[in-house]
């Protein structure tokens, strides 16, 4: 309420709104709080693909590796492959986004 709680009630009045004050600081505090908590939760989850990703690439480089090896497919093979599914969705920009079969 501020100067009319002072005015009206003196003292009384000053201690309420300092309640107040220090009720909405503490509430303030809990919601930065809550976003600290939303942004790492956020990085957490960045950094588990990231991981993920990094494993994804160990697997498929060394299958790929192996069927070379092997003589299973050849690299000329393989980038045809590579270039044909990219292609699928009507442009050839190195990113996937159908199912795998």
Do not use: H, P
Request: glycine residues 8%.
């Amino acid at each position: 309420m501020g100067w009319g709680r002072t005015l009206l009630l003196g003292d009384i009045g000053n201690r309420l709104d300092i309640a107040d004050t220090e009720r909405d600081v503490e509430r303030l505090k809990q919601e930065i709080s809550q976003a600290f908590r939303v942004d790492m939760s956020q990085d957490e989850k960045i950094e588990a693909l990231v991981r993920e990703n990094g494993e994804l690439k160990l697997y498929l480089a060394s299958l790929i590796r192996l069927l070379v090896a092997k003589g299973s497919v050849s690299e000329a093979e393989l980038q045809a492959m590579v270039a044909a599914v990219d292609a699928e969705d009507g442009k050839a920009d190195g990113r996937y986004d159908r199912g795998i079969v």
